[in-house]
């Protein structure tokens, strides 16, 4: 079974701060690895995700996150926050065998503060 | 080419009624998936369908709640006298063939409250 740990419910942080958003997982086999971001009474919108190749990944918003096997982590990272991306973060894992649903962690809520 | 659609955004039911969500996956996508995310938890699978088949239903309740993906139309969650705790966010993703959860795309959910 695959599971994913967020550690931080909460993360606080002040405009044009960096941030970086904890996430572990556990698998028994290789992993396909996601961040989606949610707006408040929105759905879910995929912001990166790692399926193969390089380990580190980007998004068009100036997110990053970084697949690290030995540390079973895929932290997502911004060198410097808006106001526009305090939002709810999830991480999710699934696998590349076929129909695997994505299995999500429980989120982190991030508040920038101005 | 339009999103995922889900209707209604908001349901509210009293208990013992039934509660019919719709999902509409985007063009060209034959796989959907549900998802239910509780308050200050993060999304927990409950079923995947493709047309006309039910492939992955080991997240669903065992009592109450059915999908389906038929031919023609949208995909059904459907819960039988629903009670105060299936009150929650109910979110369907699709993706295309193939392409499996790799490319998911969700919907902006259906709030259900049971009063």
């Known amino acids: 079974a695959q599971s994913v740990t967020q550690l931080d419910s909460q993360v606080p942080v002040f405009e044009e701060a960096p941030v970086e958003l904890r996430c572990n997982y556990s698998s028994s086999v290789s992993v396909y690895l996601f961040w989606y971001v949610q707006y408040p009474n929105q759905g879910l919108q995929l912001l990166l995700k790692?399926?193969?190749?390089?380990?580190l990944v980007e998004s068009i918003n100036g997110f990053e996150a970084e697949f690290n096997k030995s540390q079973t982590s895929f932290h997502l990272r911004k060198p410097s926050v808006h106001i526009s991306d305090t939002a709810e973060y999830f991480c999710a894992v699934s696998s590349p065998r076929e129909n695997t649903p994505l299995v999500f962690g429980k989120g982190t809520r991030l508040s920038v503060i101005a | 080419n339009a999103g995922v659609m889900q209707n209604p955004r908001h349901l509210v039911r009293r208990r013992g009624q039934e509660a019919r969500l719709r999902c509409s996956p985007m063009k060209g996508h034959s796989h959907v998936y549900w998802y239910r995310q509780l308050p200050e938890e993060g999304l927990k699978f409950m079923v995947y369908?493709?047309?006309?088949?039910?492939?992955?239903e080991s997240g669903m309740p065992k009592e109450r709640f059915s999908a389906e993906f038929p031919k023609e139309g949208p995909s059904i969650l459907r819960i039988q006298q629903v009670v105060r705790g299936d009150s929650a966010a109910y979110f369907c993703?699709?993706?295309?063939?193939?392409?499996?959860?790799?490319?998911?795309?969700f919907g902006q959910g259906t709030r259900l409250t049971v009063v």
């Open positions: 790692y399926l193969s190749g390089s380990t």
């Open positions: 993703a699709s993706s295309p063939p193939n392409r499996g959860n790799t490319e998911a795309f």
């Open positions: 369908l493709q047309k006309e088949n039910i492939i992955d």
